[in-house]
């Protein structure tokens, strides 16, 4: 019988392939296994309104995993992600019914699209940094905005445009469980692909830029061209959820991408942890999914002190704040260090020397 006691003494590994794989230890990749089984099968287990907001914490995920290429793992403040969504949501919403091809190959056009426009904005990065960076973004947000709002024979002014749900081969999505499957693959190919660039050149001098710009200059990294690259690349998922969005509401209009908009995904990748795929992950479910909870609470609440609900959006503002200001103070790594610390603990409890 194995003693439950022994303890980890290390990772061998035999083979190049087994030290570069993304999980290494098998009871790892058998517990991935298993969250992959549990999302396959959670439409089955759980109804349409929670299959509704899982769909919804999937696309905030593919956005919020863009928006930490950038910021986490580059280092490159971006506060315009809002307009960003808005760009692969209209472009998807423009191809579709305005030129009438299918959803599989607008799906990707609308994050090409973002990621010129993500790049096109990305070019004064080279001089400016920190919040110098951010103001340009965010009048990249204020840009963007106002050509939707006011290119009315593109995009519709701000009446928007009506979508429909996306049709791939003849089968439509319309359904809440078939657009969560759809979701949930795009979410797992947007989540592989950021794991493996981390592994790459490309990756890793993502990563250099943001420890020490002109260590990595010195070191023969091209920083105008890495700076450029990170910003197409974030943006192009960044778009990508941005059309999975307007398909699945059915409907793009400029008050959708507000700056509020670019402020919960920032928050998402703060609260998850900034240089995490996982923790964008974390991040988007807890932001997405607050409001939910707090609405919950509230109507609870609500029985013993009647009117309380009517004061919820001033409530859900101040916590909403709060929490973010909470993480930064107590866990500025977020969700995902949290979650390793208590991986770590439990590795050697319960041993004194734990502690």
Known sequence: MRNPFVMECGEFHVNYKQETAIYKIARVRRRVMIILAFFAAFPLIFGDYYVGLATLCGIAAVGAIGLNILTGFTGQIHIGVGAFL???????????????MPFWIALPIAGLITAAVGALFGIPSLRLKGLYLAMATLAAQV??????????????????IILSRPSIFGFTFASETSYYYLTMIVLFLT??????????????????????????????????????????????FVGVAGCLMGHYTMVVSPELYSISVSIEYLAMILIGGLGSVMGSIYGAVFITMLPVFLRMIMEVLGTYFPGLEGVFVGFREVIFGAIIILFLIYEPDGIAKMWK???????????SYNR
């Not at 050509?147 to 928007?160: L, Q």
């Open 191 to 236: 989540a592989l692909f950021t794991m493996n660039l981390f592994r790459s050149r490309m990756g890793r001098a993502f990563v250099a830029v943001r420890d020490r710009d002109v260590a990595a200059e010195v070191m023969g990294i091209d920083l105008f061209k890495t700076k450029l690259m990170s910003f197409a690349v974030s943006s192009f």
């Open 143 to 160: 840009i963007i905005l106002f050509v939707i709002s006011r290119w009315d024979s593109v995009t519709g002014g701000t009446a928007g």
């Open 341 to 351: 610390n208590l991986k770590n603990y439990f590795k050697l409890w319960p041993f």
């Open 86 to 100: 808005g760009v692969g949501g209209y472009a998807s919403a423009i191809i579709t019914t305005k030129l009438g």
